[in-house]
């Protein structure tokens, strides 16, 4: 899945929901990962977290107990935020989603890491032109927005702020790469980048087609379940186009392009979210997954995810 990564010690400064999966993404692929919160007790969780998963990874036949042992002997907790930076040629920034905190970690960082390091944030929405204004580090920073979680999800965009050098950018797709995820380069900001922008196309024609009574929850979800889902593990939009026509995506678009524009200029209008239609919607999910414990469909999910991932490595496009 991965190589040797050309980045041998990385810091990750935040260590929430994002950083304590971004630390397994590193140990996992051979770096030393130094690990700092401004609450220890983060750090803690991400350790024992860490632990815990990689000893379900060995029950379930993912890891070797020996591959284990290597991974959590590569992490260490810091206290001193200057300790975890100190020769560390990433850092990963997965602190709270606000603009003057995200800009006040970032003069830390920047006056703080060696020269050379590669400074990252996993922001959601912000843009690295604004995080990184006034910085003399701005050229070496840029945006590396995981998915959720990016130990199980590879996908990375990648978006360099107006001052970011391009050749941090090479450095950056290319250092992911190595660790095993799957970077994927924006060319200019746009709110939501590219994954929640499609999510959020797709939730509000979900959406609509329930409320305007075209059909249910479970066969609207069951459509994607069961039906472009277990294509688009493979494949995306163009992808998808290319093999649905006998002369690939160039004929499906011309063919079908009149019947998109029409069905396009018919999708539903963003729906209002409303608490009353949010119980609707939860009353329908609660009677689709028949009372399994949330729990359990997570750890289901999370293990045939990496199955999948297992599968994709037999992929004809390299
Ligand atoms: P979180 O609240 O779980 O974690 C944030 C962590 O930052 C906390 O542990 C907090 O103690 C720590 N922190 C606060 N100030 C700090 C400082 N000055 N220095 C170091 N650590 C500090 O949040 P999260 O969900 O892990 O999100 C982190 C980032 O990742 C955000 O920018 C978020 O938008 C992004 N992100 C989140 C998700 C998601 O689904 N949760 C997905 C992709 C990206």
């Keep these: ?44 969780k991400a350790v024992a977290q860490l632990a815990a998963d990689l000893k379900r990874d060995v029950a379930e ?10 991974c959590v002997a590569r992490v260490s907790a810091q206290s001193e935020l200057g300790e975890a930076l100190a020769g560390s040629g990433y850092i990963q920034e997965s602190g709270p989603e606000d603009l003057p905190k995200k800009r006040a970690i970032f003069a830390d960082l920047d006056r703080l890491a060696d020269p050379g390091a590669i400074l990252a944030s996993s922001t959601s929405a912000m843009d690295m032109t604004e995080i990184a204004a006034g910085l003399p580090g701005a050229p070496r920073c840029l945006v590396a927005h995981p998915v959720n979680p990016p130990h199980l999800i590879p996908v990375v965009e990648v978006l360099p702020g107006k001052a970011t050098d391009p050749e941090v950018v090479s450095r950056t ?58 294509r688009w593990a493979l494949m995306g939009p163009f992808g998808v186009g290319n093999t649905n026509a006998d002369g690939g995506v160039r004929e499906y678009f011309t063919r079908y392009g009149k019947a998109y524009i029409e069905l396009m200029n018919d999708l539903g209008p963003t729906p209002a979210f409303t608490p009353e239609q949010i119980e609707r919607w939860g009353r329908a999910t609660d009677a689709m997954t028949g009372g399994v414990p949330r729990d359990r469909l997570r750890a289901w999910r999370d293990r045939l995810v990496r199955q999948i991932r297992r599968l994709k490595q037999d992929d004809p496009t390299g």
Excluded at 61 to 66: C, K, V
Excluded at 173 to 184: E, H
Excluded at 204 to 217: F, K, M, P
Aim: glycine content about 8%; aromatic content about 6%; hydrophobic content about 50%.
């Design 1 to 44: 899945m991965s190589t040797t990564p050309p980045i041998s010690a990385v810091a990750v400064v935040g260590t929430g929901v994002i950083g304590r999966s971004w630390a397994q993404v590193f140990a996992r692929a051979g770096c030393a990962t130094r690990l700092y919160d401004r609450d220890p007790a983060q750090v803690k």
């Design 61 to 70: 036949g993912f890891e070797t107990p020996a591959e284990a042992a290597a």
């Design 173 to 230: 797709t290319a250092f992911l790469r190595a660790v095993g995820q799957t970077p994927v380069l924006m060319h200019r900001y746009a709110p939501g980048f590219l994954l929640n922008r499609m999510q959020a196309a797709l939730i509000r024609e979900a959406i609509h087609l329930v409320e305007s009574g075209v059909a249910d929850v479970d066969a609207v979800d069951a459509v994607i379940r069961d039906g472009l889902g277990l």
